[in-house]
């Protein structure tokens, strides 16, 4: 005897809020790298005002997930739902903040497409979109195999995030022309390397959501 | 440590010829609340009433299986039925108070079992009326009608008439389904103070009672236990598929 639930059509309604969000984060990433690696100056304004729109998502999304927890009172796999729809949302909000972090540093980086490129920045940056978009269809899916490749794609990412900032380091040390700069593409590269946590975040409570194991403090490699 | 209070094995029920109880075993743990939740008919009142051997009373009634108490199997023959049930009191979802004075309707339990000595009544109500906590809203009026109290206030009276012969166990059966919100809260935070003396089995309806008050939680289903485990695990992760279905709605 299957019910018919009132939450049912609450978790719709959030679900469907938590996709948009993806999707429009997954544009303004997509364009902040886009702008990066073209120096285009019009497509970094437009993320930056875009971001508006994600910010006043993140509040309705919030909204909502009190109201079910106020009204519904989730339980079990509900509740684990719900949780993690909050977690995914903070990220997702955060992700949308860093993208705008970037596009505010491309104006003083136009004159300097190349040294984005020797220091790997916009590969670096291609790999991000490409490991959000599994994130996203992750949040989609929620296929536990694929969350497992999508952390240890993060990892990969992560680690040659390090790499990229410790190069750019000695760079800075061994030629003081370049400082400025280089400590702008410093950013760049620790934005992206936050924007992968994040994503492992969202892998994560996408783990959580399916068999309430909490993966958080694992370490991944 | 924790001491197992109840322990069934492999018990069967039968009414008539209808299987109600499906081979329970359970271990119970001593002053925790335990909860059993599961849709109507499932099972629980029975079993509820097979730890005092109430089910005695039916007609038909046929039981296989053991529920041991303090070591001892409740269902031997030589076991005195009254004894046990002083042991293992029980309340029920309607209060049943008596047509009688506040004050006699918890002295009776205490006069029954040959206690005459109106100081050592005296002390018993008073303390059986404030670990119900009732006291302060009767203590007055002891000699008025128990009829003229609300049904929150009937509720705790009866639950003071259980506490007043001594027991070890207290049985409830929905106590505070009847109730409204705020006789709800105060049953249920009664219960919670209760269970530092008492060991507590509570059958409820209301699954987010059963979440606050309980520290395990039994889910029954067809007349078989489908899961028992901590409350907290079994509201956020069970482990069997149809108690996550009951618990969050999907069916029942
Ligand atoms: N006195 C009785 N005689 C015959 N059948 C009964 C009696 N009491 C309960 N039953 C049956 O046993 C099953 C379990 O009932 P019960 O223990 O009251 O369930 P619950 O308390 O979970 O609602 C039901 O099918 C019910 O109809
Ligand atoms: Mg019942």
Known sequence: MENYRIFDSELEKLTHKVITMCSQVNEQLVDVVLALKTSDLTLARKVISNDEFINNLDVKIDKLCQKIFALQQPVASDLRYIISALKINNDLERIGDHAVNIAKRIEPLQDYKQLIEEFGIDTLGEKTTVLFADVVELVKTHDLAFAEKVMTKAGEIKDECEGIASRILSEMMHQSEVVVVAANILIITNLLD???????????????????????????N | MIVDKINTEDMFLYYSSKMALNNISIKIPEKKVTAFIGPSGCGKSTFLRSLNRMNDLIDGVKIEGKVIIDNINIYDKNIDVVTLRKKVGMVFQKSNPFAKSIYENVAYGPKINGIKDKSQLDEIVEMALKNAAIWD?????????????????????????TLAVNPEIVLMDEPASALDPLSTAKIEELIVQLKENYTIVIVTHNMQQAARISDNTAFFYLGELIEYDRTKKIFTNPDKKQTEDYITGRFG
Do not use: M, P, W
Not at chain 1, 194 to 217: L, M, P, Q, W
Not at chain 2, 151 to 156: D, H, N, P
């Open chain 1, 194 to 220: 936050r924007i992968t946590s994040y994503s492992t975040n969202i892998a994560e409570s996408i783990t959580f959501v399916v068999d309430g194991e909490i993966v958080k403090h694992r370490k991944h």
């Open chain 2, 137 to 161: 809203e009767v203590k007055d009026r002891l000699g008025d009608s128990a009829l003229g109290l609300s049904g929150g206030q009937q509720q705790r009276l009866c639950i003071a008439r």
